[in-house]
């Protein structure tokens, strides 16, 4: 059974994943302008297959969190038609939750793009 609590822990759990998810695609960024810069310095090319390892796996991140955040939207939205159908449609925390619900789709739609 939902219950407000546990609709204010789904809502908080999309957030959190979804700074994860931007914190991975500025790990990926910084990450690639460092392989970058070693490839026009000439590292050693021991140092430049380690670095190269390094952003393949926080690459291998984003998708990991693309899913988990669709799982946990998917969680998010079948909490909340709970909470409607028990004549629960007020309150902060349904609010909060309506509002991250069209911000997630609107990153979902951005990264698509």
Avoid: W
């Amino acid at each position: 059974m939902a219950t407000l609590r546990n609709l204010k822990i789904k809502t908080s759990t999309c957030k959190r994943i979804v700074k994860e998810l931007h914190s991975y695609e500025k790990e990926v960024e910084r990450e690639a302008a460092k392989t970058a810069d070693m490839k026009t310095k000439g590292a050693d090319p021991y140092d430049l297959k380690q670095q190269e390892n390094v952003l393949a796996e926080s690459r291998m991140m984003i998708p990991d969190c693309h899913k988990r955040l669709e799982a946990a939207l998917a969680d998010l939205k079948g909490t909340l038609v709970e909470l409607e159908e028990l004549n629960q449609k007020d309150g902060p925390e349904i609010e909060e939750a309506r509002t991250i619900i069209p911000e997630i789709e609107q990153l979902f739609q951005t990264m698509e793009a």
